[in-house]
């Protein structure tokens, strides 16, 4: 859990309720230390650091879970047909730069975005 918080710094609850993490060394058997807000005001809860809520076998609403992040990327086409894939981007901007850069010697390009399991094909309007 605690590369998790480091790498995405993005967690919610299995339910889909915001969380704030305050601290993932407090010690003890559950050392992630945070708050869940339920409804106008914030919880204090504690979880494992897998961001297992309770220790009580089974998937709990309050287990962290981490908020799926965009991801973008260019599919190019070379003039002999040769598809090639770059690298993934936080944001539509830096993938669309990077592949106005490439196109030059890679060829045209498309841009998709991945979410969640899903890959779709963002739209020259997206772009913009």
């Known amino acids: 859990m605690t590369d998790l918080i480091l790498e995405t710094g993005k967690v919610q609850t299995r339910d889909g309720r915001e969380v704030r993490i305050y601290?993932?060394?407090a010690g003890g058997s559950y050392p992630v230390h945070g708050a869940v807000r339920c409804g106008h005001k914030w919880e204090f809860k504690s979880w494992l650091l897998t961001g297992v809520y309770s220790s009580v076998a089974g998937l709990k609403a309050e287990d962290l879970?981490?908020?799926?992040q965009v991801k973008y990327f260019n599919v190019y086409?070379?003039?002999n047909g040769d598809v090639s894939f770059g690298c993934g981007f936080n944001n539509i901007g830096n993938a669309k730069y990077h592949g106005i850069q490439y196109a030059?010697?890679?060829?045209?390009?498309?841009?998709y975005k991945y979410l969640d399991g899903k890959?779709?094909?963002v739209e020259p309007e997206e772009h913009e």
């Open 23 to 25: 601290a993932t060394d």
């Open 65 to 68: 879970v981490p908020i799926p």
């Open 77 to 79: 086409t070379s003039k």
């Open 104 to 111: 030059e010697t890679a060829g045209p390009f498309e841009t």
């Open 119 to 121: 890959i779709t094909k």
